[in-house]
């Protein structure tokens, strides 16, 4: 792989956050009239920058890996916040296409006593900005200019750019650029209807890396009540299938070679974009050909350090996330073959 190659291109949602503590508030009616008026309420009520392929993008760029955001963003206020953060983590946005008459999608998180997202929901629902990806926006020149293609299931629930990622997935394999696919199915908010079913299941054919939950996502994906077996049986279609699974750790089975890591043990702020930090994490590794284990080592590390904070990115940069491991050096030691 030519070394000018190297890198990850991210395509998908790019959207602004609401954020909403509820152990900073009496009510949620309270927050969002405060919010409405414009400021926020306990510094933990705010307008953050958002979107999974947008945090992942940003993570990947804080680790000191060469990064790259494209697709479509609304050509409004929230879509110049969103460039602008974008920008200053060293991601490339040159190959965004700013909607004329788009808009960009605000996503309200709602968090519990323990810092976990109970309740999420988008505005307007359809017509943003990133939903209409058709392949003009990503041609071929542009994906061989990485090694690495990522998207998330996110934009895969909607068309047309449902079917531009899945063709655009294809495409990537002619051009020897692997794809790298995190379910983030949200079945809560937009069930599984047999169109959205058939896209994952397509989108997860195309991947050579899949990441997903443990407990949810891959179930739901193969049927399997065991997250082993639907890891397993994922990772005969797929190279590299990495089960995440919270508090309980997480594990990665690859071509010979699978193992499991307990998590680390951190006092949680939330978990709003963990799963986007380890996806980050774990790409740096890979774009560094390195192993597997270490793959999952710096995955679950950028996650853990980045719950300890509150917000969608708070991914470490490279120092941070080797301290970090330095100082869990135990956990590390923990690595080993996956418990059947």
């Not at 190659?5 to 956050?17: K, M, P, S």
């Not at 808009?103 to 998180?109: E, L, Q, Y």
């Not at 891959?218 to 990772?235: E, F």
Request: charged fraction near 15%; glycine fraction near 10%.
């Amino acid at each position: 792989m030519p070394q000018n190659r190297a890198g990850v291109l991210c395509v998908g949602d790019i959207n602004a956050d609401i954020n909403i503590d509820r152990r900073a508030v009496k009510t949620v009616t309270q927050s969002a009239e405060d919010l409405m008026r414009g400021g926020s309420v306990g510094n933990k009520g705010m307008l953050c920058p958002g979107g999974t392929a947008a945090n992942t993008a940003v993570g990947l760029g804080r680790l000191g890996t060469r990064v790259a955001i494209a697709g479509l963003i609304g050509a409004d206020g929230f879509g110049q916040f969103s460039i602008d953060h974008l920008e200053k983590d060293g991601v490339d946005t040159s190959h965004l296409v700013r909607l004329p008459g788009g808009f960009t999608m605000v996503t309200v998180n709602i968090f519990d006593q323990n810092g976990d997202r109970e309740l999420s929901f988008a505005f307007p629902e359809q017509g943003a900005a990133f939903t209409l990806l058709t392949p003009d926006h990503l041609p071929d020149a542009l994906l061989a200019q990485f090694s690495v293609f990522y998207t998330t299931g996110v934009p895969i629930l909607f068309d047309p750019t449902r079917s531009t990622l899945i063709d655009c997935m294809h495409r990537c394999h002619k051009l020897g650029v692997t794809v790298a696919f995190d379910l983030n199915m949200r079945v809560e908010a937009h069930g599984y209807t047999d169109d959205i079913r058939r896209a994952f299941e397509q989108a997860a054919a195309a991947s050579d890396i899949l990441f997903g939950s443990a407990t949810q996502e891959l179930p739901i994906l193969t049927g399997c009540t065991d997250w082993v077996q639907a890891a397993q049986k994922l990772s005969r279609s797929c190279r590299v299938v990495v089960s995440k699974n919270g508090a309980a750790g997480a594990a990665v089975f690859g071509p010979g070679e699978s193992c499991q890591m307990p998590a680390f043990p951190v006092s949680v702020k939330d978990t709003l974009g963990a799963g986007d930090a380890f996806n980050a994490g774990f790409l740096t590794a890979y774009v560094q050909n390195k192993s597997l284990r270490d793959c999952l080592l710096w995955g679950s590390a950028a996650a853990g350090y980045s719950i300890q904070f509150t917000g969608s990115r708070t991914t470490p940069n490279s120092r941070q996330l080797a301290a970090f491991m330095a100082e869990h050096a135990d956990i590390a030691a923990q690595i080993g073959p996956v418990a059947v």
